[in-house]
């Protein structure tokens, strides 16, 4: 039995980098970028928030992967050369899916912050965020290429379909399926999963805030 033809890795975890390039490690962790804002960010916000706008926001990213899965596999386009060394040839290249997962992230991400969703504490820790996530995504994108995962071109179709279908979900979100979150709020199964819209809250931290001390004084008070 020929082993190394037996054998598959996990791409979306599996990164390697050459011994002794530091550079290439740091960008090798920051590539598992996308790793940890689903598992670390939208399993956390599902099972602590139950937002509505959250969990529409992780349902984005699942569709824009799974049409990142059709794209590849309809055009077929090959990875560089040094997918060999990377043991990654058996998958497609153009376009990148992490490209595409952080920028459809920081594009939709962007957009909250613009409308005044979530945790906005004023205009300069917007900005802040902002910037923040935008090089995050520009790092990770140039991870590929650096690790050779990617050629530029494909990245930036990544990079490009991101932003377009992030775009695209953030406006059905809140131009055609927000009207339903009030129903879907006082639905049997909403009910059930405790599910809520906080987005016509200004300062969602400050208002739990007042609640909770609200709440605390009250049971002391009984």
Not at 134 to 150: D, E, F, K, N, P
Not at 162 to 168: D, L
Not at 180 to 201: N, P, Q, W
Request: glycine share 8%.
């Amino acid at each position: 039995m020929d082993l190394p033809q037996q054998l598959k890795a996990v791409t979306l975890t599996h990164v390697r980098y050459r011994r002794g390039d530091q550079l290439g490690h740091f960008l090798a962790w920051i590539s598992l970028v996308p790793v940890f804002i689903s598992l670390g960010g939208f399993v956390s916000h599902f099972l602590f928030r139950r937002e509505l706008q959250g969990i529409f926001f992780g349902l984005g990213l699942v569709i824009s992967q799974l049409i990142n899965e059709f794209i590849k596999t309809t055009v077929e386009q090959a990875r560089p050369e040094t997918c060999t060394l990377l043991e990654a040839c058996d998958s497609h290249g153009w376009p990148s899916s992490h490209s595409q997962f952080v920028f459809f992230f920081a594009t939709y991400f962007s957009l909250m912050g613009c409308k005044g969703i979530g945790f906005w504490f004023g205009l300069r820790s917007r900005w802040v965020l902002n910037l923040l996530h935008w090089c995050l995504a520009v790092v990770t994108m140039y991870s590929r290429v650096y690790l050779g995962y990617h050629t530029v071109a494909q990245v930036f179709a990544g990079a490009a379909l991101g932003a377009v279908v992030g775009g695209s979900w953030f406006w059905v979100v809140n131009s055609v399926l927000y009207r339903y979150f009030a129903v879907i709020e006082e639905s049997k199964l909403g009910r059930m999963l405790c599910v809520k819209d906080t987005s016509h809250i200004p300062d969602v931290l400050k208002f739990e805030y007042d609640n909770a001390r609200a709440a605390r004084n009250n049971s002391k008070s009984d």
